[in-house]
């Protein structure tokens, strides 16, 4: 029933939503089998869990008709303070173990990764042995370094594999770089057996989402301010921090609002949130790029089956529009380099394609030439070769410099990249 759902959440998420995602990562344990969620960045995946775990309501709905008992033991990667992050996270893995049971807790003094190992097996022995599946979900493992977060899963993959019948687990992960540890280690396969990947929020959803919260913090919006939510749809958290500006501020320009310092804030982690993998398809949509590469593609239709990229023909669209903002606006973060065809890129960026022919010109030349002031008169030759004196124009090159400025503006590189001198020249100043 919807109300075992908390209708308190900070997020509040509709409960058909919530119940729609309890069923998607909670039914492959029905059919003994663990599962691994893929949940994309800001989509309320923390207070999503929190929601589904503590409802005995919800869980009951989904595990009808199965005659086994299930303890699920919430395993919050956030908790591990160890700066031996395996012996940090089997620590955790106990102590939620033990919390979910009425077992005696032996003492972790002293206890090293072996010992500790053997402490959890041994718990999840006198479970199983009841006929009471374990269910071990796990979250924030991102917050564990990469070199690490291969050992942990296959130390996961050691306890469930102990007994796959009755020990399983659901591993959320927040983006694909994870999964793609799982599938290329055969000692962690047992970890994937289910792999769920979770649909953004709907424009229904996200337009609930609104509606609570402005009702909650008695917000009357104009027509400008909603206007303004539909560029931040799908993101939660930026939804939530751009209402809570409406509220104190009563700002309705997005200009203004994207110059907030949490506005910026907020789009900065989230950028950071996104996997390698993402960034790099995400980036090829945005700039034109072709994808081609295998594992591009695999993240690319992962993309579409949440709702986060439309396919119309043979073209890609971002349906959030400010991820194409973050996207944009942390280019300047990506490093300049040269294709096999010598090719300037800006990231996956083919500035070749971006630029005309003469717009590409000067702005190898100045690239060439970085951090040095490039005169007029060396532009024209370039440009011009030996006619150069026939066809000088100082507004040509001006209007050309300005249109090539204004190119890198819209693929989010500084306007300063490229600095004017009076009277003397250009100079391409290499700050990435």
């Given at each position: ?9 900070v ?11 309890a ?6 344990i029905?059919?003994?089998e663990?599962?691994?969620v893929?949940?994309?960045?800001e989509?309320?995946k923390?207070i ?7 409802s005995t309501?919800?869980?009951?709905q ?14 919050d990667l956030s908790m ?15 102590l939620s173990l ?5 077992l ?9 990764e072996v010992?500790?190992?053997?402490l959890i ?5 006198k479970?199983?042995?009841r ?5 071990f979900?796990?979250n924030?493992?991102?917050l564990i370094?990469?070199k ?6 296959q130390?996961l993959?050691?306890i ?16 694909m770089?994870?999964?793609s540890?799982l599938?290329k280690?055969?000692?962690?396969f047992?970890?994937i057996?289910n792999?769920?990947?979770?649909p953004i929020?709907s ?5 609930y989402f ?8 008695k ?10 939510l ?12 751009v ?7 009563g700002n309705?320009?997005?200009?203004e609002?994207?110059?907030e310092?949490?506005?910026q804030l907020?789009?900065?982690v989230y950028f ?7 960034k790099?398809?995400?980036q090829?949509?945005?700039?034109g790029e072709?994808i081609?590469?295998h594992r591009?593609k695999?993240?690319?239709?992962y993309l ?7 396919k119309n023909?043979k ?6 529009e400010?991820?194409?903002y ?5 280019n300047f973060s ?10 300037i890129?800006?990231g996956v960026?083919n500035?070749?394609?971006l ?10 030349f100045?690239f060439?030439?970085q951090?040095h002031?490039?005169?007029r008169d060396?532009i024209a030759?370039k440009l011009?070769?030996?006619?150069y004196i ?7 090159i001006d209007?050309?410099i ?7 503006r819209e693929i989010?590189v ?8 009076k009277?003397?020249g250009?100079?391409?100043?290499i700050?990435?």
């Open positions: 029933m919807d109300s075992d759902i908390n209708s308190n959440s997020y509040a998420f509709p409960a058909p939503w919530i119940r729609e995602l069923f998607k990562i909670i039914s492959p029905k059919i003994g663990s599962c691994t893929i949940w994309f960045p989509t309320g923390n999503n869990i929190k929601e589904i775990f503590s309501g919800l869980i009951k989904v595990l009808k008709g199965d005659n086994g008992k299930s303890v699920f033991v919430p395993v591990v303070m160890n700066d031996n992050k395996i012996l940090g996270f089997l620590q955790v893995m106990y033990s919390k979910k049971t009425s005696k807790r032996s003492s972790l003094l002293d206890k090293n010992e500790l190992f053997d097996n041994g718990v999840c022995e479970i199983t042995k006929g009471i599946h374990v269910v979900v796990i924030e493992v991102e370094p990469l690490s977060r291969e050992i942990l899963f130390a993959s050691n469930v594999f102990f007994n796959r019948n009755y020990i399983h687990t659901i591993l959320n992960l927040n983006n770089d994870s999964l540890l599938e280690n055969e000692k962690t047992s970890l057996q792999i769920c990947f979770l929020p424009t229904r959803d996200t337009e609104i509606n609570v919260l402005t009702q909650r913090w917000i009357n919006l104009n027509k400008k301010q909603k206007k303004i539909e560029t931040f749809y799908g993101n939660n958290l930026l939804l939530k921090a209402l809570r500006i409406f509220k104190s501020k309705d320009s997005l200009d609002l994207l110059n310092r949490e506005i907020k789009m900065r950071e949130e996104l996997g390698g993998q993402e790099i398809v995400l090829k949509i945005i700039f072709e081609s590469d591009e695999f993240v690319l239709n579409i089956d949440i709702g986060l990229i439309k023909k073209k890609f669209t971002i349906e959030q400010i991820l194409t973050v996207i944009k606006e942390n990506l490093k300049f380099s040269r294709n096999t065809n010598q090719e890129m800006l960026c500035l070749k394609r630029f005309t022919a003469s717009e590409y010109t000067i702005f190898e100045l060439k030439n951090n002031i490039v005169s060396e030759k011009w070769g030996q006619q026939d066809r000088y124009s100082d507004w040509a209007k050309t300005s249109r090539i400025r204004a190119k890198l989010g500084k306007t300063d990249l490229i600095k004017i001198y009277r003397k250009y100079q391409f100043n700050l990435l």
